[in-house]
């Protein structure tokens, strides 16, 4: 079975410093991995992935994350977070192996709130 | 550019009583999904098709009926609403079965009394 969990139910960050989300998986085979962002009464909306590759993985609105293998870790990072970041995020995995379709499996989500 | 849209936006229903929750997608995509989302809990996987005429159980699937007779529809019907299924409902769609990115619809609020 594949899982997610996300260990933080909110983040806390001022405006301008750094952001991070923390994510882990575990699957039996190989990871594909993403992270969605949740803003208030709308839809999840995909924000970057992993497939394979370079660990590092570069997405929208200056998003980035870490695949990291030894720590089955995935942890979404922006250099300088925003007012407007504040939302719920979401990590999301799917084994490529075990998992027939493109059925994820979702953490629990962190809310980010930046304050300005 | 409608994307993947989601009717009724908010319903109520009285427990024992039925209902199917709308989901359209205009971007030609084989693969479709329903989620439900609680508290703390994420996104679970209720039902979800690979293609027209095809479809399959995911994670909580109890309570729920799919169809999936052209590309564009995917219904989701509660057969007898219960107050657990009290939630928020997303329909998911994407390109193909393998790792295209998923493009999600904007929820229909469901509440079961």
């Known amino acids: 079975a594949q899982s997610v969990a996300q260990p933080e139910d909110q983040v806390n960050v001022a405006e301008g410093n750094p952001l991070t989300v923390k994510c882990t998986y575990s699957v039996s085979g190989n990871p594909y991995l993403f992270w969605y962002v949740q803003y208030p009464n709308r839809g999840l909306q995909f924000l970057l992935k992993y497939i394979t590759g370079d660990n590092l993985v570069k997405g929208s609105y200056g998003f980035e994350a870490e695949f990291n293998k030894s720590q089955t870790s995935f942890h979404l990072k922006k250099p300088s977070a925003l007012v407007s970041d504040s939302a719920l995020y979401f990590c999301a995995v799917r084994d490529w192996i075990k998992a027939a379709g493109n059925k994820l499996t979702f953490g629990g989500g962190t809310r980010v709130l930046v304050k300005p | 550019n409608a994307g993947v849209t989601q009717t009724p936006k908010f319903q109520v229903l009285k427990t024992g009583q039925s209902m199917t929750l709308q989901c359209a997608q205009d971007m030609n995509h084989e693969y479709m999904s329903w ?38 529809d995917f219904p989701l019907r509660l057969l007898s609403a219960a107050p657990s299924q009290t939630s928020v409902y997303f329909c998911a769609s994407s390109l193909n079965r393998d790792n295209s990115p998923l493009h999600f619809g904007n929820g229909t609020r469901l509440t079961v009394t």
């Open chain 2, 35 to 72: 989620y439900r989302q609680d508290p703390g809990m994420g996104l679970r996987l209720i039902h979800y098709s690979v293609g027209a005429g095809i479809t399959d159980q995911g994670e909580v699937p109890n309570g729920y009926n799919v169809s999936r007779s052209t590309t564009e």
